[in-house]
């Protein structure tokens, strides 16, 4: 038996040993899985398996499992690439209706039931782990921030709701296709960002990339993620979300001229093409330190400016809140939110960015 630091693979190594030179047949599923009362109950079945165990639970996490519940028929476990849950389960016999009756057995027997998703995004990061490249972390949204057009109103000037009404139409419509958010830091890019996602919760699923794992969008592991995503959901959108993505976006010069090339490769090129997946880049920076093929028309679908909220618009939003705010000719939202220490110096705690507000265990 060869090993290999690929955990699907060693997997299926004694699988694929034993059908060497055989005529056999596969019938696979992907989706939710009861994948701890399936190994519970062939335990006695199980000839290879690979978990591992998070230090603040007891359960240990399955990658991959290898089963041999009959002398004809195997099967293979895989949930590393997906979040909690979730797998792809393969049954190998030698007849493709063996194969497929022992996995609608599967199904039924260990088939998880559909649940309604809470509203979430998923990160990325690169895994410490050396059996596999990235690693993925659901976070729950656990309610919509900006309930309505008076909310937005409120919080970005009356000409916002028109505009982001139009920008959910084109995410939904759009397979492909690069969205810029520029503003000061404080003027609500993200704030704005939870509330998009809870906007998109039945159409799309938002995956969110740490600046320091921006690599991640040129790996093959991740194009292989992203196939699969297509694969078990095709009813929706893949939505990745770059925050102070300046690196990828401004004009190319020997330290980003590979980053820039990657993110517009994915945006609308030929590596587009088959991962079909919008991007939405939030910056700091000027529009015309950006590269010009960024900004070319066609490719970016979409570009709003976060503005500060003029003397009477922060006033109104802070009077609706009931926060006291010193007076001043403009504010950002988070002068407003931080009340009376805007003024101060006093550095009031905050979260800045994407802050997990309910996380679940990394698949």
């Known amino acids: ?48 398996s690979h978990s591992r165990y998070l230090r603040d639970r007891r359960r240990p996490k399955w990658s991959n499992i290898a089963l041999r519940l009959e002398d004809d028929i195997w099967v293979a476990i895989d949930s590393k690439y997906y979040e909690a849950g979730h797998g792809h389960v393969r049954v190998y016999a030698r007849t493709h209706d063996a194969a497929h009756q022992r996995l609608l057995q599967l199904c039924e027997q260990y088939g998880a039931r559909p649940r309604r998703e809470k509203p979430a995004f998923f990160m990325l990061t690169k895994s410490k782990s050396e059996r596999s490249y990235f690693a993925t972390t659901s976070v729950w949204i656990r309610s919509q921030w900006l309930s309505d057009n008076e909310q937005l109103a409120l919080h970005y000037g009356d000409e916002f709701p028109q505009w982001a009404a139009d920008l959910e139409q084109r995410l939904c419509k759009k397979a492909t296709g690069l969205f810029l958010l520029r503003g000061e830091p404080g003027t609500g890019k993200t704030y704005f960002l939870r509330h998009l996602i809870w906007r998109l919760r039945r159409t799309h699923r938002t995956f969110y990339i740490p600046n320091a794992h921006f690599d991640l969008l040129s790996s093959p592991s991740m194009t292989r993620y992203w196939l699969q995503q297509q694969e078990e959901h095709p009813r929706h959108k893949v939505l990745v979300i770059l925050e102070d993505a300046e690196n990828l976006v401004m004009r190319r010069g020997q330290d980003n001229r590979a980053e820039v090339a990657n993110l517009l490769n994915l945006a609308d090129g030929l590596l587009g093409e088959c991962v079909r997946a919008q991007l939405i880049c939030t910056v700091n920076c000027p529009i015309d330190q950006l590269d010009a093929a960024v900004t070319r028309r066609g490719r970016l679908l979409a570009h709003h400016e976060f503005r500060r909220l003029t003397r009477a618009e922060g006033m109104a939003l802070a009077r609706h809140k009931g926060i006291r705010v010193p007076p001043q000719e403009d504010y950002s939202l988070a002068e407003i939110y931080a009340g009376q220490s805007a003024t101060t110096g006093i550095d009031a705690p905050r979260a800045i960015g994407f802050q997990p507000l309910v996380e679940s265990k990394a698949a």
């Open 1 to 48: 038996m060869s090993v290999t630091l690929d955990s699907e693979a060693y997997s299926l190594d004694p699988i694929q040993e034993h059908l060497r030179g055989q005529i056999y047949h596969v019938a696979e599923a992907f989706g939710r899985w009861q994948i701890v009362k399936m190994v519970a109950a062939f335990k006695h079945a199980c000839i290879y």
